[in-house]
Antibody, heavy 125, light 106 residues
Framework: EVRLVESGGGLVQPGGNLRLSCEAS????????MSWVRQAPGKGLEWVAN????????HYVDSLKGRFTISRDNARNSLFLQLSSLRPEDTAIYYC??????????????????WGQGALVTVSS | SYELTQPPSVSVSPGQTARIPCFGL??????ASWYQQKPGQSPVLVVC???KRPSGIPERFSGSNSGNTATLTISGTQALDEADYYC?????????FGGGTKLTVV
């Protein structure tokens, strides 16, 4: 059974930092692109970043570039998101999600087939 | 940046067909996927790559994508289908979600 379990969320003051982790099980992490997606309270889904299987390629949503850093440790079956210079508007549930494309070559063919339960990050003084 | 637009809400009677549209410029040239999210739960993939249903998703869920519109169709809608639904597509290395549609079964 595929499982994704996030941890590391919590209350942090504006300007502070936080590191989220996502532990993967039930599949070989090193064979999948992985993403972080967030959801502010009462709002919709917002893609944050993704990372290639070997960690050699990363992409970020333009509005967050420079403040958040995605990384992975395949040997530890883990995905990470370093959040820096946090703002109140970063308050959200942060989900890790596995990407799949069923072997299609089209870059737009990817979808998120498994999601974690989410980690709540609250930025407030 | 690329945008996907969904109506905020759709209502349907039990047993009827619900259609949830997702609008994006030349969306039909990309693949669209759909996610269901119930209150307090993580999103669940219900349709991927325009019209493919993941294992475990009931046959009443289907999808289409052409021109500027992708559509999620739920046939024989049941009360348990009441949820928020999000469309998703990739553009220029980034993924985009629609704003979400709240499906009410009344």
């Amino acid at each position: 059974e595929v499982r994704l379990v996030e941890s590391g969320g919590g209350l942090v003051q504006p300007g502070g930092n936080l590191r989220l982790s996502c532990e993967a099980s039930g599949f070989t992490l090193s064979t999948y692109w992985m993403s972080w997606v967030r959801q502010a309270p009462g709002k919709g889904l917002e893609w944050v970043a993704n990372i290639k299987q070997d960690g050699g390629e990363k992409h970020y949503v333009d509005s967050l570039k420079g403040r958040f850093t995605i990384s992975r440790d395949n040997a530890r079956n883990s995905l990470f998101l370093q959040l820096s210079s946090l703002r109140p508007e970063d308050t959200a549930i942060y989900y890790c999600a596995r990407e799949d494309n069923r072997g299609f070559s089209d870059p737009s063919s990817y979808f998120f087939d498994h999601w974690g339960q989410g980690a709540l990050v609250t930025v407030s003084s | 940046s690329y945008e996907l637009t969904q109506p905020p809400s759709v209502s349907v009677s039990p047993g009827q067909t619900a259609r949830i549209p997702c609008f994006g410029l030349r969306l039909g040239d990309k693949y669209a996927s759909w996610y269901q999210q119930k209150p307090g739960q993580s999103p669940v993939l219900v349709v991927c790559q325009d019209n493919k249903r993941p294992s475990g998703i009931p046959e009443r869920f289907s999808g289409s994508n052409s021109g500027n519109t992708a559509t999620l169709t739920i046939s024989g809608t049941q009360a348990l289908d009441e949820a928020d639904y999000y469309c998703q597509a990739w553009d220029s290395g980034s993924t985009v979600f629609g704003g979400g549609t709240k499906l009410t079964v009344v």
